[in-house]
């Protein structure tokens, strides 16, 4: 599969007005969620007073009904655009936090938490129409890999700032770490109100193109046969990013019987390469003019490359210091097929949403991984009750259907979503059959004609 066709233009990679302000206020809030994800259930018993089994029932109800609530905020972001409704969720989150430590009762607990699981969940559709409203074209691209690895460094910035404040002053500082939550969010709110939206004249085209709708809300999703057949295919692929967390600890122990350190270790390495070299590498697959399906695909199939590794180990099982080095390149490659694919598969859901309804198809395709994350633990302790390898074996055949899906849905996408640049006309066809485009004859799979009319 031929994945690179010449260096995209510098025009797409121009600065988005407010870049620097978002970026910071990205990093800023991944700060703070790193401050209290780690230590979740310890962070919320001490800052409460309650005990460890009411959080963690509070914590598990609210968080389900918080993705309920993705499908509300999709239809907020469209009504009132994403930069309001992602300042309104800074601002709730900011407010949860510094209500916590004064909800020491179970009601005032599950009220605030059930306030700031709704804003939680519903986050990330939220700045991933963000990045849809205020870049176009490769910027869309840079700004998913630049937000991947702040993220992954704040948060690991956040849990090693925790680590030290507690090491100091013990489990009372928790409270104060609340209210530095609350103070990060605050600031990030604040930061990222500086970003400016791109001008209503270049998304006139995009607004044309379903102005004729007759509905715009969520049929007009499940109408879109190739938008849906992409939120199948992430699915298969977000399985493969639960697997780092849920499973690689449980095979480690049980399969391998490997130290839990290695755990560690693998965690470290993940986190330091997705924060150090993520954009190094997400830019390297821009500049190279990669369509963004098949860039994506080619994270699938590093993913796949990852986990078949991982069952030739299972069956090998070397000693322990064959085992070390052989999970750490296993963990160098499954690192590279998330840096390949995130920032690629992200700007790819962006890019083939119609501007009117991106927040319903934002919210629709990001349930695709709430689905996943909800299903890896009980998927892989089952499978693994019965063969150590037998997870790894089904993780690999989802990441290879995953890449098959998003290289046979390539024709049947906008152009403007496969590629971060328009591709070259090619002499004697017209400009939507250039290079492969989509065009409307090939839409019979359910994407509007004249969306990819536009967008080719």
Same mark, same amino acid.
């Given at each position: 599969?031929?994945?690179?066709?010449? %260096?995209?233009?510098?025009?797409?990679?121009?600065?988005? =007005?407010?870049?620097?302000? /978002?970026?910071?206020?990205?990093?800023?809030?991944?700060?703070?969620?790193?401050?209290?994800?780690?230590?979740?259930?310890?962070?919320?018993?001490?800052?409460?007073?309650?005990?460890?089994?009411?959080?963690?029932?509070?914590?598990?109800?609210?968080?389900?009904?918080?993705?309920?609530?993705?499908?509300?905020?999709?239809t907020a972001v469209d009504r009132?655009?994403?930069?309001?409704?992602?300042?309104? /969720?800074?601002?709730?989150?900011?407010?949860?936090?510094?209500?916590?430590?004064?909800?020491?009762?179970?009601?005032?607990?599950?009220?605030?938490?059930?306030?700031?699981?709704?804003?939680?969940?519903?986050?990330?559709?939220?700045?991933?129409?963000?990045?849809?409203?205020?870049?176009?074209?490769?910027?869309?691209? %840079?700004?998913?890999?630049?937000?991947?690895?702040?993220?992954?460094?704040?948060?690991?910035?956040?849990?090693?700032?925790?680590?030290?404040?507690?090491?100091?002053?013990?489990?009372?500082?928790f409270t104060h770490t609340a209210?530095?939550?609350?103070?990060?969010?605050?600031?990030?709110?604040?930061?990222?109100?500086?970003?400016?939206?791109?001008?209503?004249?270049?998304?006139?085209?995009?607004?044309?193109?379903?102005?004729?709708?007759?509905?715009?809300?969520?049929?007009?999703?499940?109408?879109?046969?190739?938008?849906?057949?992409?939120?199948?295919?992430?699915?298969?692929?977000?399985?493969?990013?639960?697997?780092?967390?849920?499973?690689?600890?449980?095979?480690?122990?049980?399969? *391998?019987?490997?130290?839990?350190?290695?755990?560690?270790?693998?965690?470290?390495?993940?986190?330091?390469?997705?924060?150090?070299?993520?954009?190094?590498?997400?830019?390297?697959?821009?500049?190279?003019?990669?369509?963004?399906?098949?860039?994506?695909?080619?994270?699938? /199939?590093?993913?796949?490359?990852?986990?078949?590794?991982?069952?030739?180990?299972?069956?090998?099982?070397?000693?322990?210091?064959?085992?070390?080095?052989? *999970?750490?390149?296993?963990?160098?490659?499954?690192?590279?097929?998330?840096?390949?694919?995130?920032?690629?598969?992200?700007?790819?859901?962006?890019? =083939?949403?119609?501007?009117?309804?991106?927040?319903?198809?934002?919210?629709?395709?990001?349930?695709?991984?709430?689905?996943?994350?909800?299903?890896?633990?009980?998927?892989f302790t089952a499978l693994l009750?019965?063969?150590?390898?037998?997870?790894?074996?089904?993780?690999?055949?989802?990441?290879?259907?995953?890449?098959?899906?998003?290289?046979?849905?390539?024709?049947?996408?906008?152009?403007?979503?496969?590629?971060?640049?328009?591709?070259?006309?090619?002499?004697?066809?017209?400009?939507?059959?250039?290079?492969?485009?989509?065009?409307?004859?090939?839409?019979?799979?359910? %994407?509007?004609?004249?969306?990819?009319?536009?967008?080719?």
């Open positions: 599969m031929a994945v690179f066709r010449g %260096r995209a233009s510098k025009a797409g990679e121009a600065k988005v =007005a407010g870049e620097r302000s /978002l970026l910071l206020g990205i990093a800023i809030s991944a700060i703070g969620i790193g401050m209290y994800v780690p230590f979740s259930l310890v962070f919320f018993h001490h800052v409460t007073g309650l005990s460890f089994t009411l959080v963690g029932l509070v914590l598990t109800v609210t968080g389900v009904a918080g993705l309920a609530f993705m499908p509300l905020a999709g009132f655009g994403a930069k309001r409704v992602n300042l309104v /969720l800074y601002g709730i989150r900011a407010l949860g936090f510094a209500l916590y430590p004064f909800a020491s009762f179970p009601a005032a607990f599950a009220a605030v938490a059930l306030v700031t699981a709704l804003a939680d969940r519903s986050f990330s559709v939220v700045q991933q129409s963000l990045i849809g409203e205020v870049a176009r074209g490769a910027a869309r691209d %840079r700004l998913q890999a630049s937000t991947r690895a702040l993220q992954n460094a704040g948060m690991g910035a956040g849990a090693l700032l925790v680590s030290g404040v507690l090491a100091l002053w013990g489990t009372g500082a209210w530095a939550n609350s103070l990060a969010f605050a600031l990030a709110g604040l930061l990222v109100g500086r970003v400016r939206p791109v001008p209503a004249a270049a998304t006139a085209a995009a607004a044309a193109a379903t102005a004729g709708l007759p509905d715009a809300g969520y049929r007009t999703v499940l109408r879109d046969r190739p938008f849906l057949g992409l939120t199948a295919a992430n699915f298969l692929t977000a399985l493969g990013y639960s697997a780092l967390s849920v499973l690689f600890p449980l095979y480690l122990s049980t399969w *391998l019987a490997a130290p839990a350190s290695l755990t560690g270790a693998a965690f470290t390495l993940n986190t330091a390469l997705c924060a150090g070299i993520g954009v190094l590498v997400a830019g390297r697959v821009r500049r190279s003019g990669a369509r963004r399906t098949r860039s994506a695909a080619l994270g699938a /199939l590093l993913f796949a490359a990852a986990f078949a590794g991982q069952i030739v180990l299972g069956t090998l099982r070397p000693g322990q210091a064959v085992t070390l080095a052989a *999970l750490l390149v296993i963990v160098v490659v499954y690192t590279l097929g998330e840096l390949v694919h995130s920032p690629s598969g992200g700007a790819l859901s962006v890019s =083939a949403a119609p501007e009117p309804v991106r927040g319903r198809y934002l919210a629709t395709y990001q349930l695709s991984y709430s689905l996943a994350t909800a299903l890896a633990p009980s998927l009750a019965v063969d150590g390898r037998l997870p790894w074996a089904v993780l690999t055949a989802a990441a290879l259907g995953a890449a098959l899906a998003l290289v046979r849905l390539e024709r049947h996408l906008p152009a403007e979503a496969v590629y971060a640049e328009p591709p070259a006309p090619v002499a004697g066809a017209t400009p939507a059959a250039a290079d492969g485009a989509p065009t409307p004859a090939e839409d019979d799979a359910g %994407r509007r004609p004249a969306t990819a009319t536009a967008a080719a």
